[in-house]
């Protein structure tokens, strides 16, 4: 089966990768309320955009026995309704894989929904929050995602390079921690060079 990081963005992004999820998500932990996620202020969705490497990944249904999960990137590109054309690109079988949506603006800036729910099923709702970023290097991005009826999140640090000092990645570890996350729920992605340099 495949780990569960990649299952996770298959869950997401691909309705028929749903039958492996049902077996391999025993006791989750519970997602934080929203009110204890912080949001970003001020958000600047132009300065957003562009590539992030994926340089830490955690969440309930994420362990860090992953641990040969290779790097992805997703890149955020603002079209014209102000929503973002997000497209994540990962090597799988020694191929470049491409996942194309849509997240949508909410009223609160730094906060999205998914465009077309209704493409993803069993995908119930889908939520996105920039927790924090300096557009320039880094950026904590929080996700929610109700799937039959089980509640998953994750949190992303997000690097505009594939490195990111280490005060970064311990911030990183401190915040997820503090939405009930272990060490055990936490995966730093290997750099890779085939794909994900190509954007
Ligand atoms: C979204 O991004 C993909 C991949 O870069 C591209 O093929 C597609 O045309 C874009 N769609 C829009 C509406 O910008």
């Known amino acids: 089966t495949m780990p569960h990081g990649l299952l996770w963005l298959g869950l997401t992004l ?13 006791n989750l932990i519970p997602a934080p309320p929203l009110s204890k996620v912080p949001l970003q202020p001020n958000f600047q969705d132009d300065q957003f955009q562009g590539k992030w490497y994926v340089v830490g990944l955690a969440g309930n249904a994420f362990s860090k026995e992953d641990k040969d999960f ?26 470049c894989d491409y996942f194309v949506r849509t997240f949508v603006q ?16 069993p995908l119930q709702s889908y939520t996105v929050r920039v927790v924090d970023t300096d557009y320039n290097q880094f950026a904590t991005v929080f996700f929610k995602k109700v799937s039959q009826n089980k509640e998953y999140f ?33 995966v730093f992605p290997v750099p890779i060079d085939k794909c994900i340099d190509d954007q």
């Open 14 to 26: 691909l309705g028929a990768l749903q039958t492996q999820a049902q077996d391999s998500t025993p």
């Open 154 to 186: 994750k949190i992303t640090l997000y690097g505009r390079t594939k490195e990111l000092p280490p005060e970064l990645k311990e911030n990183f570890i401190r915040f997820v921690k503090s939405l009930g996350l272990s060490d055990d729920n936490i």
């Open 70 to 95: 290779k790097m992805y990137t997703t890149n955020y590109e603002l079209k014209e309704d102000r929503s973002y054309n997000v497209t994540s690109t990962l090597l799988r079988n020694q191929r």
């Open 106 to 121: 909410t009223s609160q800036p730094g906060q999205f929904s998914l465009g077309n729910i209704k493409a993803y099923p």
